[in-house]
Each structure stands twice: as structure tokens, then as C-alpha cells.
């Protein structure tokens, strides 16, 4: 199993990013995918989660609205477009597939500041 994550990155304020990660090693649409934020001296967070159907998917109260989290099975490959970013925001972004167990990618920065 692979998970590697890209699309991070330096933003101003009100900014926007797309973040991409791209599964490997399992059947990508049979799982439920997620991001997790981790600021510095924080713990890790769930941001987002999208489930195998790609119907459901839960936020983080503190992203609702501003990000999507969305997934292309045909691409093994899940996105979060993060829109109106906020300074914090800024965090290492993980890329987490639930199951047993679970795997984490590598993380991506996104900092955001003018």
C-alpha cells in the first residue's frame, strides 16, 4: 500500500489549493479515504473523510464550507480542494486510508500567510 500526497504549498490568506493522493497496492474504490491536518505542537485532526461510495462524506466544522473532499476510483486517487484558506490552516496534510489497518501517507505542507 502507497499513499503518496501532492499539491502543497505556500498561499495567502483567501487562497486556494487542490490537494491530491494517489493510492496504490489496494482496491482504491473499496475503501474509505480521509485528510488529517497535524499544526505544529497540535494533534492530528480529521479534516475530511469520503467513504467508498463517494455519497457520504463528513468535515471537520472548522473546514465545512471552504473545503471539498472528493475522489476519481477510475484514477485511485482522492482531492481536497481547500478554498478561503486561513492561516490556520497551515499544517503537514496526511492522506489516511481507514481500514485494518490503517495507512498514512507521507504528508504535504500547506502554509498560509501574506
Known amino acids: 500500500v502507497q499513499l503518496v500526497e501532492s499539491g502543497g504549498g505556500l498561499v495567502q490568506p483567501g487562497g486556494s489549493l487542490r490537494l491530491s493522493c494517489a493510492a496504490s497496492?489496494?482496491?482504491?474504490?473499496?475503501?474509505?479515504m480521509s485528510w488529517y491536518r497535524q499544526a505544529p505542537g497540535k494533534e492530528r485532526e480529521l479534516v475530511a473523510a469520503i467513504y467508498s461510495n463517494a455519497g457520504s462524506t463528513n468535515y471537520a466544522s472548522s473546514v465545512k464550507g471552504r473545503f471539498t473532499i472528493s475522489r476519481d476510483n477510475a484514477r485511485n486517487t482522492v482531492y481536497l480542494q481547500m478554498n478561503n484558506l486561513k492561516p490556520e490552516d497551515t499544517a503537514v496534510y496526511y492522506c489516511?486510508?481507514?481500514?485494518?489497518?490503517?495507512?498514512w501517507g507521507q504528508g504535504t505542507q500547506v502554509t498560509i500567510s501574506s
Open positions: 489516511k486510508r481507514f481500514g485494518n489497518p490503517n495507512y
Open positions: 497496492g489496494f482496491t482504491f474504490s473499496s475503501y474509505a
